[in-house]
């Protein structure tokens, strides 16, 4: 039996371990960004806050405006009602027939060379 298994036909090779395969290593890059493009953000943000706070306050002075101009429009309305009213009393107050009532209570008469005819409105 020792010599069969000298003159077997197939040579026994030492069993070799299978060598682990190392896949590669892939590192998680982060993403970082240059001093350029980080004061290119830091720019854009600051911009953009800056041009917002001006819109608001722009919107503030308008809401402002208007809430004054209606306020001197309700004025001039009510202003042109007051005119309104006082010209009827005017009208009412300047007829004939109460000024003649009028001048004969303070003893008034009428004397007909001294009327002049003065053209009306």
């Given at each position: 039996?020792?010599?069969?298994?000298?003159?077997?036909?197939?040579?026994?090779?030492?069993?070799?371990?299978?060598?682990?395969?190392?896949?590669?290593?892939?590192?998680?890059?982060?993403?970082?960004?240059?001093?350029?493009?980080?004061?290119?953000?830091?720019?854009?943000?600051?911009?953009?806050?800056?041009?917002?706070?001006?819109?608001?306050?722009?919107?503030?002075?308008?809401?402002?405006?208007?809430?004054?101009?209606?306020?001197?429009?309700?004025?001039?309305?009510?202003?042109?009602?007051?005119?309104?009213?006082?010209?009827?009393?005017?009208?009412?107050?300047?007829?004939?027939?109460?000024?003649?009532e009028k001048?004969?209570?303070?003893?008034?008469?009428?004397?007909?060379?001294?009327?002049?005819v003065?053209?009306?409105?």
């Amino acid at each position: 039996m020792a010599l069969h298994a000298r003159t077997s036909p197939y040579i026994k090779q030492p069993a070799v371990q299978p060598t682990p395969t190392v896949q590669p290593s892939r590192k998680v890059r982060r993403k970082t960004y240059t001093k350029g493009e980080a004061i290119l953000f830091t720019a854009f943000i600051t911009i953009a806050a800056i041009m917002a706070v001006i819109s608001l306050s722009m919107q503030a002075q308008i809401h402002s405006a208007t809430q004054e101009i209606q306020a001197i429009e309700q004025s001039v309305a009510e202003t042109q009602k007051q005119n309104t009213d006082l010209s009827i009393q005017v009208s009412e107050l300047s007829t004939y027939e109460r000024i003649w009532e009028k001048a004969q209570a303070l003893g008034l008469t009428l004397n007909e060379k001294n009327v002049k005819v003065v053209p009306g409105q």
